[in-house]
């Protein structure tokens, strides 16, 4: 019985190598573009990539398989954006001391003169962990207070070290920021300076596609018609649409994604249009990678559609990173088996307030990929080589187990 008991030990390995990771050399990325920048790129700022049609289409659901290359063959660490409407940006930096005054026994206060009321989220930066203790009130004039309104804070990075820093959003305050310690044991245990950063946000970036409208009609009074994207699936966002006069009153638009893996769902619209004083406006949604939307809306005259469909607006993966000291860098990708990998950079891209945008020249082939023979590697690529291997095993074992009752019988 050496045979079925060597052939059971097999087994095991083949069905790890069916289910395991697959390697993250760029060696395996048969594809390859090189990414055109400015000449005059200025210290500090960043690159920029965006998602585009050929990329969609080459690249493996979700571009987990997409890799920044430096000249030298290395993998360059970056910031992932995934579709989204709004980026957040930590702009100017300001530093204020802190006039700390003895309320006699009470508390320590001071007053922060900000110098114009502020239009902007504002990320307060205390040095050490004593901020937390704070209470923050805001005012006009400097004698009446409010408290202020605290704002989560996306993609704020954490200080260097536990305990290192203390830092807290809070909503745009008046000309004045007023800071009460209670607790405290004596003047050298406060914080003696804070630093205040501007938090601006801003729209990210949209990009039309070519579309097609299918099964246009009406039932009753209710419209519906199927917007299809030309080319692969991409994160839709926004429709401008224009209609055939201002109205008032508008009317309700419902929105239907067809999902990658099946089904649909309805998006509910961040924006929707205004046409009390013109005939053209946009409908935002949240970003929805998808080839097709169904939209619906009731209470419509035929036979008329209510509006023209002007534009589809798609919101593209970015792909964010401080430029490596020289050569070429390229984007590589094309290998659906290939893991996706994060560097935990996209804090760092918030905080920079200078992006450049790189295009993408046309796919070439990688010198440096090396298709995966025979081997590990090769199985975990296909599936259903395995599939087959494990079922000729199974039968030889079985003929073998077979084999063996029938001696023993005899």
């Given at each position: 019985m050496k045979g079925p008991r060597a052939i059971l030990l097999l087994l095991p390995l083949l069905v790890s190598t069916a289910g395991g990771a697959v390697s993250r050399d760029v060696t395996s990325l048969p594809w390859q573009r090189t990414l055109q920048l400015p000449e005059d790129v200025a210290p500090g700022s960043w690159i920029e990539v965006?998602?585009?049609?050929?990329?969609?289409?080459?690249?493996?659901?979700?571009?987990?398989?997409?890799?920044?290359?430096?000249?030298?063959?290395?993998?360059v660490p970056v910031a992932v954006i995934e579709?989204?409407?709004?980026?957040?940006?930590?702009?100017?930096?300001?530093?204020?001391?802190?006039?700390?005054?003895?309320?006699?026994?009470?508390?320590?206060?001071?007053?922060?003169?900000?110098?114009?009321?502020?239009?902007?989220?504002?990320?307060?930066?205390?040095?050490?962990?004593?901020?937390?203790?704070?209470?923050?009130?805001?005012?006009?004039?400097?004698?009446?207070?409010?408290?202020?309104?605290?704002?989560?804070?996306?993609?704020?990075?954490?200080?260097?070290?536990?305990?290192?820093?203390?830092?807290?959003?809070?909503?745009p305050p008046d000309r004045y920021l007023k800071l009460i310690a209670e607790g405290f044991t004596g003047r050298t245990s406060l914080p003696d300076s804070l630093e205040i950063v501007e938090v601006e946000t801003l729209d990210a970036p949209r990009e039309p596609v070519p579309f097609g409208i299918e099964g246009a009609k009406f039932s009753g009074r209710t419209w519906e018609a199927t917007i299809v994207v030309e080319g692969p699936a991409r994160a839709i966002a926004a429709l401008v649409l224009e209609v055939p006069r201002p109205t008032p009153a508008g009317f309700p638009i419902r929105v239907e994604a067809e999902l990658p893996r099946g089904g649909r769902r309805w998006l509910r619209p961040e924006r929707e249009p205004n046409w009390t004083s013109t005939a053209v406006d946009t409908l935002v949604m949240v970003p929805?990678?998808?080839?097709?939307?169904?939209?619906?809306?009731?209470?419509?005259?035929?036979?008329?559609?209510?509006?023209?469909?002007?534009?589809?607006?798609?919101?593209?993966?970015?792909?964010?990173?401080?430029?490596?000291?020289?050569?070429?860098?390229?984007?590589?990708?094309?290998?659906?088996?290939?893991?996706?990998?994060?560097?935990?950079?996209?804090?760092?891209?918030?905080?920079?307030?200078?992006?450049?945008?790189a295009s993408l020249a046309a796919p070439e082939p990688n010198p440096s990929y090396a298709p995966p023979g025979p081997g590990l590697e090769w199985l975990r690529r296909h599936p259903p080589v395995v599939g087959v291997i494990m079922v000729f095993l199974l039968l030889l074992v079985g003929l073998v187990i077979l084999r063996g009752g029938r001696k023993e019988t005899a």
């Amino acid at each position: 019985m050496k045979g079925p008991r060597a052939i059971l030990l097999l087994l095991p390995l083949l069905v790890s190598t069916a289910g395991g990771a697959v390697s993250r050399d760029v060696t395996s990325l048969p594809w390859q573009r090189t990414l055109q920048l400015p000449e005059d790129v200025a210290p500090g700022s960043w690159i920029e990539v965006r998602e585009d049609r050929i990329l969609a289409e080459g690249a493996a659901p979700g571009f987990g398989d997409v890799r920044i290359v430096d000249d030298a063959g290395q993998l360059v660490p970056v910031a992932v954006i995934e579709p989204r409407l709004h980026d957040t940006r930590f702009r100017r930096r300001t530093g204020y001391a802190i006039p700390w005054v003895m309320v006699p026994a009470r508390h320590w206060e001071g007053v922060l003169d900000l110098g114009s009321r502020r239009s902007r989220t504002l990320l307060l930066d205390f040095p050490g962990p004593e901020g937390e203790r704070i209470r923050l009130l805001t005012g006009l004039d400097g004698n009446h207070w409010t408290p202020v309104v605290v704002r989560r804070m996306e993609f704020m990075p954490e200080p260097p070290e536990p305990g290192a820093r203390f830092r807290i959003g809070i909503e745009p305050p008046d000309r004045y920021l007023k800071l009460i310690a209670e607790g405290f044991t004596g003047r050298t245990s406060l914080p003696d300076s804070l630093e205040i950063v501007e938090v601006e946000t801003l729209d990210a970036p949209r990009e039309p596609v070519p579309f097609g409208i299918e099964g246009a009609k009406f039932s009753g009074r209710t419209w519906e018609a199927t917007i299809v994207v030309e080319g692969p699936a991409r994160a839709i966002a926004a429709l401008v649409l224009e209609v055939p006069r201002p109205t008032p009153a508008g009317f309700p638009i419902r929105v239907e994604a067809e999902l990658p893996r099946g089904g649909r769902r309805w998006l509910r619209p961040e924006r929707e249009p205004n046409w009390t004083s013109t005939a053209v406006d946009t409908l935002v949604m949240v970003p929805m990678r998808t080839r097709s939307l169904r939209i619906e809306v009731e209470n419509a005259d035929p036979p008329n559609p209510p509006f023209t469909i002007r534009q589809v607006e798609v919101v593209p993966q970015r792909w964010m990173f401080p430029p490596p000291p020289a050569g070429d860098v390229r984007l590589a990708y094309g290998d659906p088996y290939l893991e996706a990998r994060r560097w935990g950079m996209e804090s760092a891209a918030a905080w920079e307030p200078t992006f450049v945008l790189a295009s993408l020249a046309a796919p070439e082939p990688n010198p440096s990929y090396a298709p995966p023979g025979p081997g590990l590697e090769w199985l975990r690529r296909h599936p259903p080589v395995v599939g087959v291997i494990m079922v000729f095993l199974l039968l030889l074992v079985g003929l073998v187990i077979l084999r063996g009752g029938r001696k023993e019988t005899a």
